[in-house]
Nanobody, 123 residues
Framework: QVQLVESGGGLVQAGGSLRLSCVASGRTFSSSPMGWFRQAPGKEREFVARINWNVGATVYANSVKGRFTISRDNAKNTLYLQMNSLKPEDTAVYYC????????????????WGQGTQVTVSS
């Protein structure tokens, strides 16, 4: 059974930082692109960042470019999202996902999803 478990969310003041982690179990995703997504109350889930199995290949949403960094440790089957200079508009539930179902790099169609971790940024 495949499982993705996020952690690292919490409450932080604007300008602060958080590091999210996503541990995969049940199978390895070392050859699969993985991504981070977020969903704010009343809004649709949106793409945040993606990394391919080649760790040099990353894609970011314009809203987080220069502030967030996605990385992965294939040996630990773990995906990370370092979030710096956080803003109140970054407040959302953050999800990790594996195995995209569409070719578009910013797709939100993935096969496997975690349960999400809440990030709240106060002003």
């Amino acid at each position: 059974q495949v499982q993705l478990v996020e952690s690292g969310g919490g409450l932080v003041q604007a300008g602060g930082s958080l590091r999210l982690s996503c541990v995969a179990s049940g199978r390895t995703f070392s050859s699969s692109p993985m991504g981070w997504f977020r969903q704010a109350p009343g809004k649709e889930r949106e793409f945040v960042a993606r990394i391919n199995w080649n760790v040099g290949a990353t894609v970011y949403a314009n809203s987080v470019k220069g502030r967030f960094t996605i990385s992965r440790d294939n040996a630990k089957n773990t995906l990370y999202l370092q979030m710096n200079s956080l803003k109140p508009e970054d407040t959302a539930v953050y999800y990790c996902a594996a195995r995209p179902l569409a070719a578009v790099p910013t797709t939100t169609r993935y096969e496997y999803w975690g349960q999400g971790t809440q990030v709240t940024v106060s002003s």
